[in-house]
């Protein structure tokens, strides 16, 4: 997708910094970050939102990797979300996993 911000940082035509790499996925910081961590993965293939991406192999690759990357930055615990519609705050059109993590994790607040 020519026009989508993920697919730009997947082609490096938008810088970013880099996480974690391997052949189907991606990890990098939130360029708005609301925690201490925060960082998305995200499949390096185009899906718009979960729905699309329901019935590939790619969510189970996404989910042990996002364990793994919450590993590596010594999260011992971390709130994961995925935003689903413009209506639940979707902003960006490609598949996106929200680690977040290092802050007061109580939901919901208040
Ligand atoms: P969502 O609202 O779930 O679609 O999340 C989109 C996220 O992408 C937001 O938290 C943005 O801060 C983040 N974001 C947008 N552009 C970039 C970028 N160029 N590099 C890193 N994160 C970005
Ligand atoms: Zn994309």
């Given at each position: 997708m020519s026009d989508c911000i993920f697919c730009k940082i997947v082609n490096r035509e938008i810088d970013t910094e880099l996480i974690y790499e391997d052949s189907k996925i991606i990890a990098f910081n939130d360029?708005?970050?609301?925690?201490?961590v925060h960082i998305l993965v995200i499949p390096k293939e185009h899906f718009p939102t979960i729905e699309d991406a329901?019935?590939?192999?790619?969510l189970s690759h996404l989910f042990s990797k996002v364990v793994e990357i919450a590993k590596m930055k010594n999260l011992e615990d971390y709130r994961l979300i995925i935003n689903k519609g413009e209506k639940a705050g979707?902003?960006?059109f490609h598949l996106h996993i929200h680690i977040i993590g290092k802050r007061d994790l109580k939901w919901p607040p208040g």
């Open positions: 360029i708005s970050p609301v925690a201490p329901k019935d590939s192999d790619i979707q902003t960006v």
